[in-house]
């Protein structure tokens, strides 16, 4: 069993300024691990902090003490104590991550949006658009649609879009934010068929999920977790 | 190499009379990276950013760039001469005027080609086609080549500087508030331009501006200034996600989204 991400003692607390210093903490020595071809979905209640750890795994949140080892290029990286260059790095070969809404760049089209990571690989524009165009078909996202950018589709098709954008790169690492929330059932199918043939590949999967078919269909375990409880 | 590093400033300094304008501010560089620098009016970017490519001289600090040879240099001892030829050649400015750059009087086509001309290119033709190739790039109907920039809209006349300070490939450039000024939609364009233009020809960008939604669709790292210092700097999402610094937490909360 080979671990592909696993945190050590992860915590994690805000500090808001604008309100005179209140300190918020979220995460309190936070152990994980994720093997090659597992996945495992982060389940607890609103406010346990799964959505801090999974910014925290992708660098988007600063961790404040632990270490999240990524293995990168063979070797383990710290996410928590990277450089942002390296940070940059390892998101782009090795760790993967689907938020919840596509974050649209102004006049870019749906197949340019999706290709780009391949792009930026070096695949040529052809090839990565081709890929693009077919795991946008599998979306149910019309070719009529490939053209225009996706500002202007509804909330469910810019959730495709931004699956499709996640899973073009086959990342070793992938972190999935409620990947189905605003899905109908045929696309939800769609998507628990992309989780599996991911992990087929050896892809370590970490996801949140709310939705009860969808966490059964692609966890391989749970991971439980409860709001931070302050120290009486 | 082991130290790709392309520009560094160490320990700048500046004051002009009993006001901070620069303290203690040290910034990086790499190859093809975009680093935005934000801040409200009056923090230091635009000064720093003059610092950064030679135009003020700071009170303390230094400024190294690397050159495609591998050689530093640093900019401020460096002889005038030797820095304006930098300016024309590895080097563009892109300024939130473009009047401050352009030349109103010279034909659009004539703009970018002065560039090339300033670097030895001598046949008419090439750089007729170079000029053509470029407005294409910054979306300027190619019919437009012999009309002077004041017939141009701020947009055009934007990316008309973006054409005329790109087409020599600089290696770093930097770009003071080159959205600052436009209309919403124009700004839209403007912006995808800039990306996919500097990610294309890998160029190096400090990119000073106050608007964060631009930092963020633009940038790797993220500096914000206040009252001339460095206050809080990283992976541009990092910041704005989780910012740490009282005055970060207030830019980012300050921001309304659409």
Redesign the interface.
Known sequence: MTVMLSTRGLSKSFVLHLRDGLRMNVLDGVDLAVAAGECVVLSGPSGAGKSTLMRSLYGNYRADSGAIWVRHDGAMVDIAAADPRSILAVRHKTLGYVSQFLRVVPRVPALDVVAEVLLTRGVGPDAARERARSLLMTLNIPARLHAIPPATFSGGEQQRVNLARGFIAEHPILLLDEPTASLDADNRAVVIEMVRAAKTRGTAIVAICHDADVRDAIADRLFAMSPYQDAA | MNDPTLLSGRGLGLRFGGITALAEVDVDL?PG?ILAIVGESGSGKTTLLNVLSGRIVPDSGVVWYRDPAGQLHDVHVMPAPALRTLHRSDWGFVHQDPRQNLRMSVSAGGNVGERLMAQGARHYGDIRSAALDWLAQVEIDADRIDDLPRTFSGGMLQRLQIARTLVTHPRLVFMDEPTGGLDVSVQ??L??LI?SLV?RLGIAVVLVTHDIAVAR?LA??IAVMQRGRIVET??T??VL??P???YT??LV?SVLSA
């Open positions: 790499w990276e839209a364009r912006l995808d990306r990610t669709l790797h790292r990283g992976l999402d990092q996600d989780d740490r610094h009282p937490q207030l909360s």
